[in-house]
């Protein structure tokens, strides 16, 4: 705390600090410190409700009161993507991306450099002046609309495992920004924005609507920013430094703050020859010009103190020879995949390869929700299921972007985090509640059946136009019996039957189709 009260804190008198806090809606945070590594990474807990003053009652959140002001940054994203540089907004974009660039060099094999930077401390470094003044920029109207809709969703179950099946449903309200002049109605925008990324959902709109003028937006996002008050014990301190960690705004104000740094400082990068990608500070440079690859790295390792940017040399990666000021950069281990925010990528195919990293050595158990409750073989199989169906996003899939030798790869990976995560959540349930083997062996058909469907199905293949994937069921039952009978294996005790099985249905898969699997699995 004493390197916060220096570094990021200024503390402000009681009396300073409760004006401000008369004068507006949002309130005060509190620190939370989260375990990084040897450190502690301090994060505002901005989502928590404070008691109104003078009355026995919980107010909003900040979080809450700032939620038109990211409503309204959402909707100039969407209408105006050019602002945001090579911002993604998540892993799941480098996809796209990676994929229209390979796409543009055809037949061509170019060698590709790759650098990768990592700003350091970047939410506590930003200069929270200029970052009040570039996003005075955004706005592109003078008023706008927020609208509030509900969503209902029903929690899915298998009608197999229960006589009278049910759902538990779940109820989210969202809201959406739009201009006064938008005559889309609420269907169309259930039809355009909302039903696309959303399955099983039920909306109801016409809930709440309420219109904000953009100065009242902007002045609510500067006080945000420039008088964030934190509370630790009894004082009271203004961070003077940064933007807040854990706002509902961190991740909008760094993507806008880093794209104006590109398109000021990276704009030899801009061409044909170069693809930048940036997940919040996470910069990863792809180029087939070395040349380009040496000065990006040279420029950020120099620091651009108007953006508050200083490099973390230890994090930095690349994957050719490189020296600044006589210290070598460290370099990719050679023919080894380049590593970027939880995967890797072929440094001469651009193939999308997944890590299978158990936690960097944590037990599997301490990441999962156990279900104590009744019908736990219906609970079991829905975890598991779950447990693989959040490895499937098409990139590790898409053998139109990726060689199948990858796809199989990927998917065998997937299997066995998935077997390993069964594993774990079966040794957790105690032994009355622990499924018999009949369970285990109709919870490895449905992985199977539901893998299958959902990477080669017509429903993602609709969705997704430009996707494939050219595996067959052989392909994929034998690398999920695979997978799952070498995590069982650990345990064979417990898993006799269960091996049985599989070895008899690994024997009954056409082996001329089995032997071109196999070969790609260590």
Not at 153 to 179: E, F, I, M, N
């Amino acid at each position: 705390m004493a390197t916060l009260r220096a570094n990021m804190l200024e503390e402000m008198s009681l009396g300073d600090a409760n004006r401000i806090l008369a004068s507006r809606r949002l309130g005060f945070s509190r620190i939370r410190l989260l375990p990084k590594g040897k450190t502690m990474r301090p994060i505002t807990n901005l989502r928590r409700r404070a008691v109104v003053q003078g009355r026995n009652a919980l107010g909003p959140s900040i979080n809450s009161v700032l939620g038109p002001v990211h409503s309204m940054l959402r909707l100039e994203t969407e209408r105006n993507t050019s602002k945001l540089g090579s911002s993604m907004f998540s892993v799941g974009d480098i996809y796209t991306r990676l994929r229209s660039f390979s796409a543009s060099f055809g037949e061509e094999s170019p060698t590709f450099y790759f650098a990768k930077v990592d700003v350091q401390s970047a939410f506590d470094t930003i200069p929270q002046d200029a970052v009040v003044r570039l996003m005075g920029g955004v706005p592109s109207q003078a008023q706008y609309v927020i609208k509030k809709h509900l969503e209902v969703k029903a929690g899915l179950v298998d009608p197999r495992l229960q006589r009278r099946p049910a759902s538990k449903l779940t109820r989210r309200w969202h809201s959406l920004a739009s201009t006064r002049d938008d005559p889309a109605g609420f269907a169309q925008v259930v039809q355009e924005r909302l039903g696309p990324k959303r399955k099983n959902a039920v909306f109801v709109g016409n809930i709440s609507r309420k219109e904000h003028a953009t100065k009242y937006l902007m002045e609510l996002m500067e006080s945000h920013i420039q008088h964030n008050l934190v509370k630790v014990g009894k004082k009271y301190y203004r961070q003077k430094k940064g933007i807040p960690q854990g706002s509902v705004l961190s991740s909008a104000l760094c993507n806008y703050f880093y794209a104006d740094l590109e398109a000021e400082r990276l704009t030899f990068l801009r061409g044909k020859d170069c693809l930048l990608l940036r997940l919040i500070d996470d910069f990863l440079l792809i180029s087939t010009s070395q040349k380009k690859a040496r000065k990006f790295v040279k420029v950020m390792h120099g620091g651009i103190p108007e953006y508050g940017v200083a490099v973390n040399p230890n994090k930095t990666l690349v994957n050719f020879d490189l020296e600044l000021g006589g210290v070598k950069v460290s370099r990719a281990l050679k023919a080894s995949p380049f590593p970027y925010c939880g995967l890797s990528i072929d440094c001469k195919t651009l193939d999308i390869i997944r890590d299978h990293d158990t936690a960097k050595g944590a037990a599997i158990s301490n990441a999962l929700t156990v279900d104590y409750g009744v019908k736990p073989g219906q609970n079991f199989q829905r975890r598991v299921l779950n447990a693989f169906k959040i490895q499937s996003h098409l990139m590790f899939y898409d053998t139109r972007h990726n060689t199948l030798e990858t796809v199989f790869c990927n998917l065998h990976k997937a299997f066995t985090e998935t077997a390993e995560k069964m594993l774990a959540y079966w040794r957790c349930l105690p032994a009355a509640k622990r499924p018999r083997s009949r369970m285990l062996t109709q919870t490895i058909n449905r992985i199977i059946d539901v893998a299958y469907v959902l990477l080669t199905g017509k429903a993602r293949k609709e969705k997704h136009p430009d996707y494939s994937c050219a595996m067959e069921k052989t392909h994929v039952t034998w690398l999920a019996l695979d997978a799952v009978r070498k995590a069982l294996l650990k345990r064979q005790a417990n898993f006799s039957p269960v091996l049985g099985w599989i070895d008899a249905e690994l024997s009954r898969l056409d082996t001329a189709k089995t032997a071109r699997v196999e070969k790609y699995i260590k």
